[in-house]
């Protein structure tokens, strides 16, 4: 199971029992979209081979109000 954790500043992960970061930086690049517009699934995406894509995804914009 991943786990995710949303700031304005990055996304805390648990994936596989593995504690990290991820930055707003690193997402932002990785998805060329602001931060505020990516979604949690795909933030998923980056960190796991074949995430579980439950519901509907959402904005870390959404997230965060």
Request: glycine share 6%; no cysteine.
């Amino acid at each position: 199971m991943t786990t995710l954790a949303f700031d304005d500043t990055g996304v805390d992960v648990v994936y596989e029992g593995t504690e990290f970061r991820l930055e707003q930086d690193l997402i932002e690049e990785a998805t060329e979209k602001s931060y505020y517009d990516v979604t949690d699934h795909e933030v998923l995406q980056m960190v796991a081979e074949q995430p579980d894509l439950q519901g509907e995804p959402r904005r870390i914009g959404d997230i965060l109000e």
